[in-house]
């Protein structure tokens, strides 16, 4: 059973950082891509970013130039560094595998963790 475990959320103030990491286990057949989307209370889910296994990597405009999303194939973690924290980038980040690739990824969510929750203070 394939499985993503999600970690490193926690609360910063504007401007900070924070390091997402993703733990990927099991076999996850048919998967093209793995990335994060966000939720915060009463809003809907958000694409944040995604990466291929051939390195090739998806974000979306409100987080380019701030977070870097990048892959260790070996040891299957996934991570997102998050710079420059806004107020607005408060959510529950979650890791998701998907059955597509490029800006159609968050389309085709096949798997996904419970989420580690991201707090910016302002």
């Known amino acids: 059973q394939a499985q993503l475990v999600e970690s490193g959320g926690g609360s910063v103030q504007a401007g900070g950082s924070l390091r997402l990491s993703c733990a990927a286990s099991?076999?996850?057949?048919?998967?093209?891509?793995v990335g994060w989307f966000r939720q915060a209370p009463g809003k809907e889910r958000e694409a944040v970013a995604a990466?291929?296994?051939?390195?090739?990597?998806t974000y979306a405009d409100s987080v380019k130039g701030r977070f870097t999303i990048s892959q260790d194939i070996a040891e299957s973690v996934i991570y997102l560094q998050m710079n420059n924290l806004k107020p607005e980038d408060t959510a529950t980040y979650f890791c998701?595998?998907?059955?597509?690739?490029?800006?159609?990824?968050?389309?085709?969510?096949?798997?996904w963790g419970q989420g580690t929750l991201v707090t910016v203070s302002s």
């Open positions: 998701a595998s998907s059955r597509l690739r490029g800006q159609l990824w968050f389309g085709a969510l096949d798997k």
């Open positions: 099991g076999y996850m057949s048919g998967t093209y891509s």
């Open positions: 990466i291929e296994r051939r390195g090739i990597t």
